[in-house]
């Protein structure tokens, strides 16, 4: 329970990041369906910034389930990685109203990159107060999705200003890469659970 | 307690968009009641889709509190559901400054239509890991209101750009439908508690 | 602890209308001390409108903490008492932007009449279901400071358009009444549990 | 339990207070990387700012943690404190507009020394109802960190009027000695809960 208001205030300022994003979607001026054309860019980017932000919530919810004490480092970390997150409703609107150009699509991935870092540390600190025996531990392993998404941004970057829709096709597929949520956590805590439970019995 | 956070993220995402809606209705530039009168339309989309947010809460509430267990595919279905209620504040204020013009009228019936959808799925994902002997599945039975009211949406979406009156029409008549929450959960839930209770006593 | 989501939404939806209104508060144009006196009466009525807030939380907790069991019909009467008071931005920024003109100077009482109406009538549906027994009911007795703040604010929305101060001093009275929180439930319910404790002993 | 919906509260308005500071960082007009050079007096205040509403999250966490009754006096202390915070991202904005002048720099200071004062008065009033053998009390001792960051301020805020810098980096070395978080009362509850620990065994 220690975790409780942790995660009460990254689920409120995760939920305001992913709301306030559409404030910024003026309301076209005309009447006429036409009229929402040029939003389509605009809408795009908060699609993919929806999908970014909800993949962190989905994995933080699953981290912080496997987490049982919170150290000063960890409330820091998790200040650090909000920090980041909540630059993405600026680059969003940025790159949306840009129609992709080169310099805002390579901010929104040093913002991605930056964000994936943090998590990375975050991870890094409650390891380090679980133990390398940990479930959580277990449940990472290597963490290759962590380190290959890191990768792939650092790729998109520098890529973005030579040809601009491949740094959005970088974002695009590492959003898919994770779609497919944390399951290892969700999978290994439900076997210590089963441990547990068979020792019980 | 699995759906504790899940709850309380939506919880949260609800609470603002139900709010900044509000951020949108610009103070009057005069200073005397006449000013208020072009914010009429504004305001009274406003209030029409304060009541659909407050009825979607309303459902959400009752049904994740028959909810045991959250898998990936309920947290994603969740997502979804929310992703279309954070467009209500944008398509509310397009079709409130366009005094319910064809065009917006018709978007703001896609929007809900697209949103009932994702209630249906996010339902249709937690009847899965409920069981069809749950009492979710007896509570929910064949769901008639929740397909009249996808039927009822796909009927005022192409009326809007004939006459738009009836669109209004349709959406406020979907509203007063629901605004009888959905007692069919609580009324089951309380059945199968008073059954629990006399086991137990 | 069937009222945990209800007091989350509640405080969700109070959090960010006492928060937004801030927003409405444009840096101003120069960078000196000077450049925020035209700034004085939006200040002023968010302090107003900030306190008015912090009063109905405040209240709106001890509610709630004498409360047992939620029905639909205080599902609903909460969220018609959000409803006018998400409209507290609004007036609070056209009374402010207007250096406490007539018209929105009634216009806020408005808000705060219908306010207080609805959490009268909230309070009456929470009544029904605790019983005329209950400790609420006790507490609240003939509730005198709830309905002379709304014949205040009967008195003070014609007086708006005579004479603009006089509305002002009433609705910074009534606020004086109510800063004093609803010790009565906080008193009543100590006491019951000062009953149960020395029934348990 | 009874500081839960306290915490809830409270964690709601920070989280939207440390969020919507970013909505006030348009999109650069540009869509090169020196578009964004004009907003780094903006993102340099929003950084610090994002760090002090940290601390202050981080600070009122551990507070509430020790604390274990909420009498009427705390809740309005608490939401003084709040309305300070709040003024916070308005304040913000006026100084990284006006590229830290004078006058902003020195009102940006003004209300943290305010909601230093009104952090001070709710920790006084929290330890009127702790009592001064609490642990809490024993953690706080003479608070020497809050009254010298009271006193840096009260230095700072007449000194940006002759040079800006000076208040600037008061406010950085204020917040560096609070990064370090309030570790007393983590220390003084982790050894009071190792005593009851060893009392029970």
Redesign the interface.
């Known amino acids: 329970m220690r975790t409780g208001?942790l995660?009460?205030?990254s689920?409120?300022?995760?939920?305001?990041?992913?709301?306030?994003m559409?404030?910024?979607?003026r309301?076209?001026l005309g009447?006429?369906?036409a009229?929402?054309t040029p939003l389509l860019p605009v809408f795009l980017s908060y699609?993919l910034s929806?999908v970014y932000l909800?993949i962190y919530?989905?994995n933080h919810?699953h981290l912080l389930?496997a987490t049982h004490r919170v150290s000063?480092g960890v409330?820091?970390a998790n200040?650090h990685l909000?920090?980041w997150l909540?630059?993405i409703?600026?680059v969003t609107?940025?790159m949306g109203?840009?129609h992709f150009?080169?310099?805002?699509t390579?901010?929104y991935g040093f913002v991605l990159l930056m964000a994936a870092i943090a998590y990375f540390i975050l991870q890094g600190r409650i390891l380090a107060t679980e133990g390398p025996a940990s479930a959580l531990a277990a449940a990472l392993g290597r963490d290759l999705k962590g380190k290959a998404s890191m990768a792939l941004y650092l790729v998109a970057i520098p890529a973005a200003f030579a040809l601009e829709w491949i740094a959005g096709a970088v974002y695009v597929l590492v959003a898919l890469l994770w779609?497919i949520?944390d399951?290892r956590i969700?999978r290994a805590l439900a076997s210590a659970g089963a441990d547990a439970g068979s020792l019980q019995s």
Chains 1, 2, 3, 4 share one sequence.
């Open positions: 208001r995660e009460a205030f689920d409120g300022v995760l939920a305001i990041i992913i709301t306030i559409v404030l910024e979607m309301a076209p009447d006429d369906l009229a929402l699609v929806f909800g919530w989905n919810h389930h000063a409330l820091w200040l909000l920090f909540s630059l409703p600026f609107r940025w109203e840009n150009a080169p310099a805002p390579a901010t779609l949520p399951r969700e």
